[in-house]
């Protein structure tokens, strides 16, 4: 009895040692919980435009694909015109369909859109 009690005790002390290296799981991130900086001024060129080159948007929404057309030099015309309502995105259908999953755009560049969206929809 004293055999079998030592071995369950060395067996059993480095499982409670050993175990429980992390006392908590990663936070998820949702994609309304990643915060564009108020002060951050978000660019069409420089960071709405590479969104569509990263995720390959034009292989549906080019010239002959697709409405709207996201082709380089087109995709601020086309997007204004009916994707895009300046100062709501939750009225921009480019917004909705982005967070509704579609070719599963990562929550950071779901948020620069939403804050290009909100700020006015500038082609700067």
């Known amino acids: 009895m004293k055999k079998l ?9 480095p499982l409670v040692l050993f175990s429980c290296y992390y006392d908590e799981f990663p936070e ?3 994609d ?3 915060v564009i900086d108020p002060g951050t001024d978000v660019s069409f060129k420089d960071d709405i435009a590479p969104i569509f080159v990263t995720y390959n948007c034009t292989q549906c929404h080019g010239a002959s694909g697709q409405s709207p057309d996201l082709t380089a030099g087109n995709e601020y015309a086309s997007l204004i015109s009916g994707y895009v309502v300046p100062k709501n995105s939750s009225a921009s259908k480019l917004y909705t369909t982005l967070v509704d999953g579609h070719r ?5 560049s779901i948020a620069l859109i939403k ?3 909100d700020d006015g929809a500038e082609n700067n």
């Open 104 to 108: 599963n755009v990562d929550a950071n």
């Open 115 to 117: 804050k290009w969206i």
């Open 32 to 34: 309304g919980d990643v």
């Open 28 to 30: 998820v991130i949702e």
């Open 5 to 13: 009690f030592k071995i369950v005790l060395v067996s059993i002390i």
